[in-house]
T-cell receptor, first 116, second 112 residues
Framework: GAGVSQSPSNKVTEKGKDVELRCDPI?????LYWYRQSLGQGLEFLIY????????KSGLPSDRFSAERTGGSVSTLTIQRTQQEDSAVYLC??????????????FGSGTRLTVV | AQSVAQPEDQVNVAEGNPLTVKCTYS??????LFWYVQYPNRGLQFLLK??????LVKGSYGFEAEFNKSQTSFHLKKPSALVSDSALYFC??????????FGTGTSLTVIP
């Protein structure tokens, strides 16, 4: 597609439920990132996929968080047993890597998650 | 370790005045530096980047940024601020492994 697509745009869930957030990156972008933006906070890195390499999961805040990227394209971020502190905007970004790193990100519009 | 610092959480400027949003960085090797803007209820948008060459980089919406290697800074500037420039601005640095590091963001308010 023309841009990075995220769905849903808004999600309200009850505490303790599992949620899945989807990201469809720009076609051909080999790098995909998930970030979290909490109210009044900056961007918090969660996870990074680069091609077929093992993902960098160093930013995942707990083992309730996981992500996968199927076929080097679509990615799903899963949060199990959601807590109220998980409420945030979850941003996905992709970039074209491997050519000297001259490219920045293209961001999706985010999924606003509210845990009640 | 790579890092980015935006020392000001909030910047207020009067419409028509010049604006500066500060960013300093720490990165091994040659830095790739970026500015992104987030307008209310919107996703982040790319503004400009520095890879190599001229230290003054021009970007979208009349913004520019100056790379200063000795001061390890990459401040965002605009000669004349508009009310519509009010947004959240993020500085970022890319390391050789294509990992990005973001500053904590600076909220810019342009006062009419």
């Amino acid at each position: 597609g023309a841009g990075v697509s995220q769905s849903p745009s808004n999600k309200v869930t009850e505490k303790g439920k599992d949620v899945e957030l989807r990201c469809d990156p720009i076609s051909g972008h080999t790098a995909l990132y998930w970030y979290r933006q909490s109210l009044g906070q900056g961007l918090e890195f969660l996870i990074y996929f680069q091609g077929n390499s093992a993902p960098d999961k160093s930013g995942l805040p707990s083992d309730r968080f996981s992500a996968e990227r199927t076929g080097g394209s679509v990615s799903t971020l899963t949060i199990q047993r959601t807590q109220q502190e998980d409420s945030a905007v979850y941003l996905c970004a992709s970039s074209l890597a491997g050519t000297g790193g001259a490219y920045g990100y293209t961001f999706g519009s985010g999924t606003r998650l509210t845990v009640v | 370790a790579q890092s980015v610092a935006q020392p000001e959480d909030q910047v207020n400027v009067a419409e028509g005045n010049p604006l500066t949003v500060k960013c300093t960085y720490s990165v091994s090797g040659n830095p790739y530096l970026f500015w992104y803007v987030q307008y209310p209820n919107r996703g982040l948008q790319f503004l400009l980047k520095y890879i190599t060459g001229d230290n003054l980089v021009k970007g979208s919406y009349g913004f520019e940024a100056e790379f200063n290697k000795s001061q390890t800074s990459f401040h965002l500037k605009k000669p004349s601020a508009l009310v519509s420039d009010s947004a959240l601005y993020f500085c970022a640095v890319r390391d050789p492994g294509n990992q990005f590091y973001f500053g904590t963001g600076t909220s810019l308010t342009v006062i009419p």
